[in-house]
């Protein structure tokens, strides 16, 4: 084992090829920088820190500093390399980022490599546009990578594999809510058919794939009717719909009256109780405790559930 110098450019991030031909053995050694590796294509095996395992297409290894490890292509292996120098980040993403990416080895689902794909795409753009912005650009995406593989790298308790599906589709929705989604569009993205999808959602959740997008965007849109002063252009563009006229007709279907009338409404009610509470206050309830939840002015975070059955 030995160390392998990387040579970083002043940026201090390098996104590299490495072509592994079939039975090609790279020896154990470590490197002084960090490193993200991912398999465009065929199969092999990788030791990190003493631990075999698969390293075959679309898996990812994180490869902190100083971690030995080596790689055996049983076909051959492409691999694509993100190297880089954590004195680039500041001390918040030192802690939340890389602390959390130990070495490991990363298998994500379908959707998360249809993230960590076009972010390796834009870098591999950067570092060749030698534009005086891209050093920055660079920066940004690999961010955005660390971001996307640690979520990828929360854990679940479910161990059914439809139960898994379908827990990955609700929490791809809601952390891409915001974006023009259809049926088509999250099937694709996940790498299923729609008609497979809405059938292990309906089955959990009582509910389709895009039912569960516009209960959860119109539940966000009540809340920023009734907490915010913001237009209902920008709370339309905010949600993820495409236009004002779709966004009425949708939050009317669902709540019954327009989306203005519900903010009159409801901030009319809203101010009478707040009046009706100042007018009676009675001496046994403290209206300045500290860490009062009623009076701490914070909104409650707001999540979607799934129906329960029936």
């Not at 439809?162 to 569009?185: C, K, M, P, Q, V």
């Amino acid at each position: 084992m030995s160390l392998q110098a990387i040579q970083l450019p002043d940026e201090g991030i390098l996104l590299y090829e490495i072509k592994h031909k079939d039975g090609d053995v790279v020896k154990e050694h470590y490197h002084q920088v960090h490193q993200v590796l991912y398999a465009l294509e065929g199969e092999g095996r990788i030791r990190l820190d003493g631990k075999d395992s698969v390293f075959n297409g679309d898996h990812v290894c994180v490869i902190a500093p100083g971690a030995l490890h080596a790689i055996v292509s049983d076909s051959k292996l492409t691999v694509l390399v993100l190297a880089f120098d954590q004195a680039i980040f500041d001390d918040a993403v030192k802690t939340r980022l890389l602390d959390e990416h130990h070495s490991k080895l990363i298998k994500p689902f379908h959707y998360e490599i249809s993230e960590v794909r076009p972010l390796l795409r834009k870098m591999l753009f950067e570092q060749s546009a030698r534009h005086h912005l891209s050093g920055l650009a660079m920066k940004i995406i690999l961010i955005e990578m660390l971001i996307v593989l640690s979520r990828s790298q929360q854990p679940h308790a479910l161990t059914d594999a439809n139960s898994l599906r379908a827990e990955r589709i609700r929490h791809y929705i809601e952390t891409h809510y915001f974006e023009n989604l259809d049926a088509d569009r999250i099937a694709g993205i996940l790498g299923m058919s729609s008609r497979y999808i809405n059938m292990i959602f309906k089955e959990h959740y009582n509910m389709t794939p895009v039912r569960y997008l516009t209960d959860l965007r119109i539940g966000l849109a009540k809340k920023l009717l009734t907490e915010t002063d913001k237009d209902i252009t920008s709370i339309c563009f905010e949600l993820g719909f495409e236009t004002v006229s779709t966004f009425y007709r949708i939050f009317k279907d669902a709540a019954e009256i327009p989306p203005q009338k519900y903010r009159t409404l409801h901030k009319t009610r809203e101010h009478h109780t707040v009046k009706d509470e100042r007018q009676y206050t009675p001496e046994y309830v403290s209206t300045h405790t500290p860490g009062n939840a009623a009076s701490s002015g914070q909104a409650p975070h707001l999540r979607a559930h799934p129906r329960s059955p029936g």
